[in-house]
């Protein structure tokens, strides 16, 4: 067997086969000697048919035999000769198999990239604060307020960033009027919607208008536009203010405090204070994960196949719906979601990929693994939050085909802590 290899492309290769006539000859000969010894025709017993008539009866399927065989056998001694791991299926060429002629054929394959895991460990990260100040519960104290907002009619005041407005809408175009609508209500904000038109500069144009005056400015129409003949063309849009309603926050209060179910508004702010100290703590672990990533990132570089960046997209979809479903979300409103995740950028993508396969290679190298006792214990966590069974969750991850995804993710994961460990952190 005569082999040569050619690259394609990144992690491409080109493999290009001649078998000698010889090994053909000899696969054919023992092909047609198993078919006479196994098979029954009419008027024979079995293993006692002539050979010209079984060559005959079965020669195209005997012949098919010997060349899938043929392929199998090279194919798989070059890969294990040159050490070469498959990402994807292979594509053959054609393959044309004639007696008593050497056996050529090409197969394309793309593989996995092949790089070196070293110096991994003592990586210098720096830890963000976890230090809770008075302004933090202050912000959260006026967040938690803000919820609470009422809307109120503003008399005499002016518009500002935040208000919801009644206005009556008039659409121009080359001065004549295309639309009048009345009573139409807007959140003012920079980039809002009226006549199923994006105004970027509604703040802009409409801030500091009073109630019962009015203002006009320049705008595209958009396609969706409800008259089709003026969709795209320039227009003025005037909007008369009516009425403005303005959301008013509670007095942070003993009175707000107790409203919210606490003792006292110190009882409250103690609250706030370790929720606070809580997601500032999380928010510190993922960015030491995150700067080991980008850190692994800018040390190991390699190229990556097509075809294995768009398979990682479905990883990748996964991963997301299953940060989805932690956070509460209901299954069916997690598919309808599955395409829009499916179009992330292809650097986002081709990022993930990388770290999970440099991931991988020292979890490998470490001998880290997840058991399937700790799989068990993920998917009993899962059915938890959902009060649900862990059988239900099980089924469901196993019609999904995501069981194998919960693995590498959770495999992932103990790599990461195995490394933040091994870290050397400023900051602790």
Not at 160 to 172: A, L, P, S
Not at 215 to 234: H, I, M, P, V
Not at 254 to 274: M, R, V, Y
Not at 286 to 299: K, W
């Amino acid at each position: 067997m005569n082999v040569t290899i050619e690259d394609a492309g990144p992690c491409k290769k080109v493999l290009k086969f001649e078998i000698p006539k010889e090994t053909i000859e000899s696969e054919f000969e023992k092909k047609t000697k198993e078919a006479c010894d196994t098979i029954e025709l009419p008027g024979f017993r079995k293993g006692r048919a002539p050979r010209k008539l079984v060559e005959k009866r079965f020669g195209p399927q005997i012949k098919e035999d010997v060349k899938q065989a043929v392929i199998s056998d090279c194919y798989q001694k070059a890969l294990e000769e040159n050490k070469m791991e498959p990402a994807g299926d292979p594509q053959f060429g054609e393959i044309k198999l004639e007696v008593g002629e050497p056996f050529i054929f090409d197969v394309t394959l793309e593989v996995w990239p092949t790089f070196e895991v070293n110096n991994y460990k003592g990586i210098n990260l720096k830890r963000a604060s976890v230090v809770v100040t008075d302004d933090d519960v202050q912000r959260a104290l006026n967040d938690m307020a803000f919820r609470k907002a009422q809307l109120e009619v503003i008399k005499n005041g002016k518009v500002i960033k935040g208000d919801r407005i009644i206005c009556d809408c008039t659409v121009e175009v080359d001065n004549n009027s295309v639309l009048e609508d009345k009573d139409i209500e807007i959140n003012v904000q920079e980039n809002t919607e009226i006549v199923k038109t994006k105004i970027v500069d509604l703040l802009k144009n409409i801030e500091g208008t009073k109630s019962g005056h009015s203002c006009t400015f320049d705008a595209q129409l958009s396609d969706n536009f409800e008259r089709e003949e003026y969709r795209g063309k320039d227009a003025k849009i005037t909007l008369q203010v009516n009425e403005i309603k303005r959301p008013v926050a509670p007095e942070i209060s003993e009175e707000f405090a107790t409203s919210l179910g606490f003792d006292t508004l110190e009882d409250l702010k103690s609250n706030i204070h370790k929720q606070v100290e809580s997601f500032k703590k999380r928010q510190s672990e993922e960015n030491l994960r995150n700067q080991m990533i980008s850190t692994l990132l800018e040390q190991i570089k390699f190229e990556l196949p097509q075809d294995l960046v768009n398979a990682h997209t479905e990883q990748k979809t996964y991963k997301h719906q299953m940060d989805l479903l932690k956070r509460g979300m209901p299954l069916d409103e997690i598919e309808k979601q599955k395409e829009a995740i499916k179009n992330a950028s292809a650097e986002s993508v081709m990022q993930e990929l990388k770290a999970s396969l440099i991931l991988n290679r020292i979890a490998e190298k470490e001998r880290i693994f997840v058991t399937e006792g700790e799989v068990e214990q993920r998917i009993a966590d899962i059915a938890r939050a959902y009060n649900t069974d862990s059988a239900q969750v099980r089924k469901q991850l196993q019609h999904q085909g995501s069981l194998s995804y919960l693995r590498n993710e959770m495999r992932e994961d103990k790599t990461l802590e195995f490394l933040i460990k091994e870290a050397h952190i400023e900051g602790q």
